[in-house]
Structure formats: structure tokens, C-alpha cells
């Protein structure tokens, strides 16, 4: 296994922060976290992929070590997928392979519809398709329910609910049972708490969900559609899908008609596990991609 570094890199108008493994392999592997997380929610699958390949997970504005800039504005989607892009071209690569999780997804799926010429292949984790989402944010009640922690994300001062005894609140409603199943550790569990703490992250993070036109839809609004025009979110890149069939936040409708949107792509169920994919199941989130990037070379 390969030892993990660290990095800080000035990327457009702020610096972000990145681990890395195998920076002397040739192909780059770029991997984007979720909320609340940060580069450690992929510290299982750096050394594995860093044998054959640079694998480099940064942490995305406004977490953790990168910059935070201030304003909603500043966490708008072409601002996310510019980071990234000005990332990759740092690291001295036109194409690369993309594996995300979460909101990370969303910034992925935007990236390949946006650049699909610099995208090798694409893995996503648990993330909805932009589309697809917000049409069952406008329609499905199943999907509405599960998603009114949006709403009050946007809530203002609301981080200061979640920072408050040591970040109780995010912790219990994120990773709690998998502090108490063994599945992340006293370690890990501190690691989280100490991102979350660093000053500005918790506004910066939120910001994410502030700064999104989606929202679930309330009774006034239910029905009325999402108002996207569906052709502009083909993405012409092949795809893996992983996803943890027992999510508490995305229902698996997230998956039907997929292959409306990607024109190669696979799903891969992962029977029993959650939204937290890298933490539940870390052997088979390496597994698969390392045998589909192996596919496709």
C-alpha cells in the first residue's frame, strides 16, 4: 500500500487541499466526497488505487483545509466544477477518471455533461442523477419527505444547531450507527469533529444546499415539474453506478430510467448498505473500481 500525502495547490482565486497516493503513476483518478464529509471519507481507497494509478481526493471548497470563500454565490455549480477541472490541469491531465460520492456526484454528473471529451470514465456513489432528482423532489412524496433536511440546511444559522456540544447533532444524524457497529472508529469519529470545527466550514458546507436551485417541493409547489430540459443532462461518458440499496436519504428511484441519461452505463446494488458507501462496504468500492477502470483500459 501506498503511504497518503498532503497537498495545498492555488486553483483559480483559492487554495484547496488534497490527499494523494501514487503521484508517479501516469493515469489520474479524481475523487470528489459528499456532505458532511471531506478527502478522508476515501482514506481506505487512496493506497489501494495509488499502486496503479494517481489517486487525489481533495477536500472541496469550503471544507475541511481548502478555502472557504465567503457568500452563497461562491458555491455555485460552475464555480465547484472549475475547481476541479483547474485541479486536474495542475496535475498535468487532460482526461481522467472521476469517482464521486454525494454532492460530490452532482459536481461529477456536471463535469462529464460539461467536459465529456476530458472524462475517461465516470463512478458515482450514491449521488442522484440532477435530473432525475429534481423531478422526484417536484413529485414523489416518498422522496420529498426524505429530503426536508434540504430545507433546513438553508435555514440561516443553522450551523450553529449542528457545531453546538462538539457537532452532536450532524454526528448522531450521520454516522452514529456506524460508530456503534465498528464500522469507523474513535479515530475516524474525531477526524469528522475536527473538519467540522475548523473555522467557517459549517456555513461554507451549507452553503452547498444554499447556493442549489433544489429544493423539495412544499403542497404549494408539488406537481408543478422541475422546469429542466431533460436533453441538456445526457451524459455521453461511461459510467459505473454504485449504490447502497438501503439509503435513508435517496430513494431507488434515483436509479429508474437512468439509461435515459447515460448511454453506457451499469448499476451495481449493494444489498443492506446505506448512503455511507466507502465506510460500510471499503473492499467493494475498490473492487469495483478497480475492475471497471480495468474494463475500460
Not at 45 to 52: I, K, S, T, V
Not at 150 to 172: I, R
Not at 246 to 275: C, Q, R, W, Y
Request: aromatic share 10%.
Amino acid at each position: 500500500m501506498t503511504a497518503i500525502s498532503h497537498k495545498r495547490v492555488k486553483i483559480g482565486d483559492i487554495n484547496l487541499h488534497y490527499a494523494e497516493c501514487g503521484s508517479g503513476n501516469e493515469e489520474l483518478i479524481l475523487m470528489l466526497h459528499g456532505f458532511p464529509e471531506f478527502w478522508y471519507c476515501w482514506k481506505d481507497q487512496l493506497p489501494a488505487l495509488g499502486e496503479r494509478y494517481h489517486a487525489v481526493a481533495p477536500d472541496m471548497r469550503g471544507y475541511n483545509l481548502s478555502d472557504k470563500p465567503e457568500g452563497v454565490k461562491a458555491y455555485r455549480i460552475h464555480h465547484l466544477i472549475g475547481d476541479m477541472v483547474g485541479l486536474a490541469d495542475h496535475l498535468g491531465q487532460e482526461k481522467f477518471y472521476l469517482v464521486a460520492h454525494d454532492w460530490g456526484v452532482a459536481v461529477a454528473y456536471a463535469i462529464a455533461i460539461a467536459y465529456p471529451e476530458r472524462i475517461k470514465g465516470l463512478i458515482v456513489m450514491n449521488g442522484p442523477h440532477p435530473y432525475i432528482f429534481a423531478e422526484l423532489l417536484n413529485n414523489n412524496d416518498e422522496q420529498i419527505k426524505h429530503s426536508q433536511y434540504m430545507a433546513y440546511f438553508q435555514t440561516p444559522g443553522v450551523e450553529e444547531e449542528m457545531l453546538k456540544d462538539n457537532g452532536k447533532w450532524l454526528m448522531d444524524w450521520t454516522f452514529k450507527h456506524l460508530i456503534e457497529s465498528g464500522q469507523m472508529s474513535s479515530e475516524d469519529e474525531m477526524a469528522y469533529r475536527t473538519a467540522w470545527a475548523q473555522p467557517g466550514a459549517m456555513t461554507a458546507m451549507l452553503n452547498y444546499y444554499r447556493a442549489s436551485p433544489l429544493v423539495p417541493a412544499t403542497s404549494a409547489t408539488k406537481g408543478r415539474g422541475s422546469g429542466m430540459d431533460p436533453e441538456k443532462f445526457k451524459v455521453h461518458v461511461p459510467t459505473l453506478i454504485l449504490w447502497g440499496d438501503a439509503d435513508h436519504a435517496l430513494i431507488k428511484s434515483n436509479i429508474t430510467g437512468i439509461e435515459k441519461f447515460i448511454d453506457d452505463v451499469t448499476v451495481k446494488m449493494l444489498p443492506g448498505v446505506t448512503h455511507w458507501v466507502t465506510h460500510e462496504a471499503p473492499e467493494t468500492v475498490t473492487e469495483e473500481i478497480l475492475s471497471f477502470i480495468g474494463g475500460l483500459e
